[in-house]
């Protein structure tokens, strides 16, 4: 049985959603080779990190979200956030800590949210962290009846982390709409992959939490945003959450300080020649979707934006002092106004109505129904102790391998009109 | 009403908190068909449903994530560590996601994060632990340690209704020791006021949870010496009500400080040092700690003795203060 699944057949994208790839792609590079000329101006406060090969992810994966939907990015995934709506200007001004920055100076790069309009939460350098909180973000769309899908990243080496495994593990557990992108750069900063993890491939992780998984050409957006939209819809529908591998190959060091010389030549050679945005102007090029005039007009709006955003960046403040002091706290509904958007009747919830039983269940969940079958059965108490006895003799397989082990979710008797 | 236990402090707060508001929710190991290893949520689940009460794999990292998840679209969680021992299992979520995120960009994580905490029951090192201090020194948080029913749940209350992440010790020593009776309905206590557990004029006892049970004890002993202790209960720790300490160490003019944390890094060193910076020229003598042994809580009775402060020590170490 294949671990990972194919990828779904690339469907025809729409003339506009191709060229929207492209140029989200191409935003994404020319905002990072704006930076890379301000880093050398001494202009970037703190470190920069930079997306160089990477652009395809990003962008293709976040593209399948919707409006509603949520993210968080990781730090090399500049190009989600300016899919979903962040302004570059933003970007530009929290690498230099300016006042104008969304988080007024008080944290850098990419480490910023907005929680009311565009659906984005900060990340931390504390890698794996953002996987539960985003799997909470999806457990309390659930409840307040918003059907939305959280997105998050995770590199190789973050994928190590123990918040990985509890994250990951609790997502299954509650089959929250998560989608988690991991991206097997081939580099955890000077650590090769081969020397962190025994798999050949990381999406063989998605085994463990009893979830699907893909594994996807990470340099190729098409391939990419087919495979996340695919994820996401299933997320949606209530599959629970889904690991994409999207494999590629971190061209910069860990960040710009880092000239990355323990990468060898060939290694770097290959993956050059494999540039994101190279393989997809062919394709458009063949497609007839784009040529040197398109290309022409793509080029000079992003650099008449990237001109205006990187002005207004430069000529921004950096934060007032007095300011350090000031935001430990919420004081109270002057400050934050907390209201859930509700998209299910309130009043099924008040006065409360017992429910104990879940309304999903997640056929095989515990019972190694994806495992290779040799696994010891243990009865449950929850399935015919003869189905149990049976899956006893250790020659036989225990369980029939599922093609999914998430079902649809099978809604139970509940003492509400509304369902999910 | 009939006088109720801390603990059935603890699941009437809860409980009518999730009545009265569908954004809050608890979260945590066993909470739900178990009703939690000390029963404080027992009957939450059946009264709310399994969306509502939420049993959890044994993975802190994830209890304190997804509850911060689900705040920031505008739920209210409670999320349950079974043992306030484990909750060094979340404390890189907790200093640097929850603690950080209103500062760093503005997003509030109205968030209670309580348990069980304290020793004096055999507990061991790893079932009795005052985590105060390690949450104190991350700025972000609030920080309360109830002692008496009418506070844990008024407190409770207000903690749940709080924007801000807030730990709430709940000491295991006063679970079933301690009932008291409370008004019935609705009320809260505000975060951030101490209280005057009783008057006096010849010293303050600055205490806490368990402690201040320890405190009022020690203080019936000093009067039958002609000592007159009057003993505050801070309540909560963040924020710390300095105009009440100030005010009582103005009077008194000689300051104690009880807690069963351990005595280095303590907040009695704090409290110490606020006032020597805001009440230097009242005090008649030095600011004097009374509190655990700088080791990890010890398993044997005997031992664990030794290491917790008792009335006794309290008496002696304040008949000696009282002497300047």
């Known amino acids: 049985m294949p671990v990972s699944e194919t990828p779904a057949k690339p469907k025809r994208l729409s003339r506009q959603q191709s060229l929207d790839l492209y140029y989200y792609m191409r935003l994404n590079r020319e905002v990072e080779e704006t930076m890379t000329r301000l880093f050398r101006q001494n202009k970037i406060v703190g470190g920069l990190y930079a997306s160089l090969g990477q652009e395809a992810i990003s962008v293709g994966t976040s593209y399948a979200l919707e409006k509603r939907d949520w993210l968080a990015p990781m730090i090399r995934n500049i190009g989600a956030l300016l899919v979903k709506g962040v302004p570059p200007r933003d970007i530009f001004t929290q690498h230099m800590a300016k006042y104008t920055s969304p988080t007024k100076g008080k944290d850098g790069t990419s480490h910023f949210g907005d929680l009311d309009n565009l659906h984005i939460i900060s990340p931390i350098s504390m890698l794996g962290d953002l996987i539960p909180v985003m799997t909470g973000v999806a457990m309390a769309g659930r409840y307040l009846g918003q059907k939305i899908v959280t997105m998050t990243w995770i590199g190789d080496g973050g994928s190590s982390t123990g918040v990985f495994h509890e994250g990951l593990n609790l997502a299954a557990s509650q089959k929250a709409s998560l989608v988690l992108i991991l991206e097997n750069n081939l580099w955890a900063y000077s650590t090769p992959v081969r020397r962190q993890v025994p798999l050949e491939n990381l999406a063989d992780r998605a085994k463990a939490y009893g979830i699907s998984s893909y594994i996807v050409d990470g340099n190729d957006v098409v391939a990419v945003y087919t495979t996340a939209k695919e994820a996401v819809e299933r997320a949606r529908a209530g599959e629970g959450p889904i690991l994409i591998e999207a494999k590629t190959f971190r061209r910069r060091g860990h960040a710009q300080h880092d000239p990355a010389e323990y990468v060898p030549k060939e290694q770097r050679a290959y993956w050059e020649k494999r540039d994101p945005i190279v393989l997809y102007e062919k394709f458009l090029t063949q497609e007839k979707l784009l040529d040197s005039k398109g290309k022409k007009e793509i080029e000079d709006k992003i650099s008449a934006l990237l001109e205006k955003e990187r002005e207004f960046a430069e000529n921004s403040p950096l934060p007032p002092p007095e300011t350090a002091d000031q935001g430990v706290y919420c004081t109270g509904p002057e400050c934050h106004d907390l209201k859930p958007k509700w998209e299910r009747p309130i009043d099924e919830l008040l006065p409360p109505k017992s429910n104990v039983d879940a309304a999903w269940v997640v056929e095989g969940f515990g019972r190694g129904g994806r495992s290779s079958g040799t696994s010891a059965p243990i009865h449950f108490g929850d399935v015919p102790a003869a189905s149990a006895e049976k899956s006893s003799d250790p020659a036989k397989p225990s369980t029939k391998p599922a093609a999914s082990p998430m079902k649809k979710p099978i809604p139970k008797k509940s003492s509400r009109k509304g369902g999910r | ?324």
Request: charge should be negative; include cysteine; charged fraction near 20%.
């Open chain 2, 1 to 324: 009403m009939a006088p109720i236990t801390f603990l059935e402090a603890i699941r009437q707060a809860m409980f009518e908190e999730m009545a009265a508001d569908p954004t809050v929710v608890l979260i945590g190991e066993d909470v739900g068909v178990y009703g939690g290893a000390f029963k404080t949520s027992e009957g939450l689940l059946e009264k709310f449903g399994w969306e509502r009460v939420i049993d959890t794999p044994i993975s802190e990292s994830a209890i304190i994530g997804a509850a911060c998840g689900m705040s920031y679209l505008g739920l209210r969680p409670i999320a349950e560590m079974q043992f306030i021992d484990f909750i060094a299992c979340c404390f890189n979520q907790l200093t640097n996601f929850v603690a950080k995120g209103h500062y760093l960009w503005n997003a509030p994580a109205p968030i209670v994060v309580r348990g069980p905490s304290g020793g004096g029951v055999h507990g061991g090192p790893f079932h009795s632990l005052n985590p105060e201090m390690y949450f104190l020194h991350t700025p972000g948080f609030k920080i309360v340690y109830p002692s008496t029913p009418y506070d844990a749940k008024g407190l409770l209350k207000a903690s749940i209704r709080d924007n801000n992440p807030v730990l709430f010790f709940e000491h295991k020593f006063l679970y079933r020791r301690i009932k008291e009776e409370i008004p019935a309905g609705d009320y809260t206590v505000p975060l951030g006021k101490a209280i005057v557990r009783r008057e006096g004029k010849h010293l303050t006892i600055l205490s806490y949870a368990a402690m201040m049970h320890t405190s009022l004890e020690a203080a019936d002993a000093l009067a039958k010496e002609g000592i007159e202790a009057e003993v505050i209960d801070l309540r909560t720790l963040m924020p710390l009500d300095e105009e009440t300490i100030l005010t009582s160490v103005k009077k008194t003019n000689k300051c104690l400080v009880v807690h069963e944390d351990t005595k280095t890094g303590g907040i009695a060193g704090e409290i110490s040092a606020i006032l020597f910076e805001k009440a230097f020229h009242h005090l008649d003598g030095p600011v004097v700690r009374v509190a655990s042994l700088d080791t990890p809580v010890p398993y044997a009775p005997t031992l664990e003795e030794a290491f917790l402060p008792n009335a006794k020590k309290v008496f002696t170490a304040a008949k000696e203060l009282a002497r300047f």
